[in-house]
């Protein structure tokens, strides 16, 4: 079962963000995307998730393709985490959690229960009655995750999800990654720690000025010298660390 791209390419503003890539992301496992700034690592995502439409290529869920797929199946098979995410109202966390169970018809009872799952599963129940305009950045990023969560998707695409997150709660956000794959789902993930995305990735997809440079198992693809390369810096190995630390620019 997958998730694939074939040759896609996608235009913005006149100016091409991909360049006839072609990937297969699998369920069951962490897929990490990185790259620097402007590499189209946010734009494959997107087009990815079905939100944006390629001018070439194609799309496909077990081989059907996404721009053929009905609103409301697409929403159930995909749950995407954006980079900023935004809340248009000022509505209790709980009932931001409760729009993830939009696509589904299950009834009040199994919705209330996916509901406090996905809060339990983020850590934000403590919360759950307050206005989300009242909570920090991190706190609120945690609630957007529990409604992609609660929604029970087959696929999870998360765009830079541990950027507002102190270290205790990254580390739980990753272990929760890990264990929706383990459950058989597909995540895919982009990062910018390179840390953390050796910590999390079992593949990994390089990306640079809208094509993919490397992919594959992420104990092949996340090596020192690639990853120097892809980022123009020099890293410094450090006892136990799997891929060290850039330490200056090349």
């Known amino acids: 079962m997958a998730l ?57 869920i077990d081989g059907t393709s996404l721009a053929g797929m009905d609103r409301r199946h697409r929403a159930r098979a995909i749950g995407y985490l954006p980079q900023q995410g935004a809340v248009a109202w000022n509505m209790s966390a709980r009932d931001v959690v409760a729009l993830g169970r939009l696509p589904h018809a299950s009834g009040p009872l199994a919705d209330a229960a996916a509901i406090d799952s996905a809060l339990a599963a983020t850590d934000t129940a403590g919360f759950a009655a307050r206005p989300v305009g009242e909570l920090s950045g991190g706190e609120r990023a945690r609630v957007l995750l529990a409604r992609v969560l609660a929604g029970d998707p087959d ?5 830079e999800p541990l950027a507002s997150l102190d270290p205790a709660h990254q580390l739980d956000l990753l272990d929760r990654l890990r264990g929706q794959a383990a459950a058989g789902k597909g995540v895919i993930v ?8 050796a910590r999390v990735a079992d593949d990994a997809v390089l990306m640079a000025d809208g094509r993919i440079v490397a992919s594959g198992a992420a104990r092949d693809v996340l090596t020192p010298d690639a990853l120097g390369e892809l980022f123009g810096v020099r890293l410094a190995m450090l006892p136990d660390h799997p891929i060290g630390i850039p330490i200056e620019r090349r």
């Open 155 to 159: 696929w999870l695409l998360a765009d």
């Open 4 to 60: 694939t791209l074939d040759r896609i390419t996608l235009h913005m503003s006149k100016r091409r963000v991909l360049n006839d890539v072609s990937v297969a992301f699998a369920r069951g496992r962490v897929t990490v995307i990185l790259g620097p700034n402007g590499a189209g690592k946010t734009s494959l995502l997107r087009v990815a998730a079905g939100l944006l439409t390629a001018d070439a290529g194609a799309a496909a």
């Open 190 to 197: 982009v990062l910018h720690d390179l840390a953390q995305a």
